[in-house]
């Protein structure tokens, strides 16, 4: 039986579902675990709210406790969290569904910070340019469109649709 955690983060792996989605990017600590080693993720929530979470589930096999050290927010979550691992691919320890990094946390900060500036930019762009192209194409679907004479519908009673019909029926 997988754990809460495990069911959510193996969603957040995955950041092309998450393109468009807002979201806090966040770098966790643990105690436990040898300097320098952080585990970087994507939560709708804050990054203080997931290291709560890691240290309550019972199913988390990491030892020590859990603090959040930095939290970015970004409009696009997924473009955010995909780049980040492109930038840290060869900085990566563990398992590939834990996102344990070995990097200094100043330089982590660094990455994560302008890879979210550039994937919002990236964001907005896109918004940009899809709401002046929708709203170019319905301006054109309005001149295109043809004139239709809508002729008034008359709503005939039970009483005329049966009489109606009965006199269709005897003739």
Known sequence: MMSST??????YSEPK????VPGNVYILRNSGLKEGLLQIGLSRRSGWAKALELNRDKANIIPGSFECVFEI???DGGGALEAIMLALQNKRCGRREQDFFEIELHRAEA???????????KFQNRYRHESALRE???KEQAQNAPEETIEPI???GIF???FSWMSKAIN
């Open 6 to 11: 495990a069911q959510q983060h193996g969603r």
């Open 17 to 20: 579902r998450l393109h468009g």
């Open 73 to 75: 927010r970004a409009q």
């Open 111 to 121: 990455i994560i910070t302008q890879c979210v500036r550039e994937a919002d930019l």
């Open 136 to 138: 170019y194409l319905e």
């Open 154 to 156: 008359v709503q005939e």
């Open 160 to 162: 005329k649709k049966a």
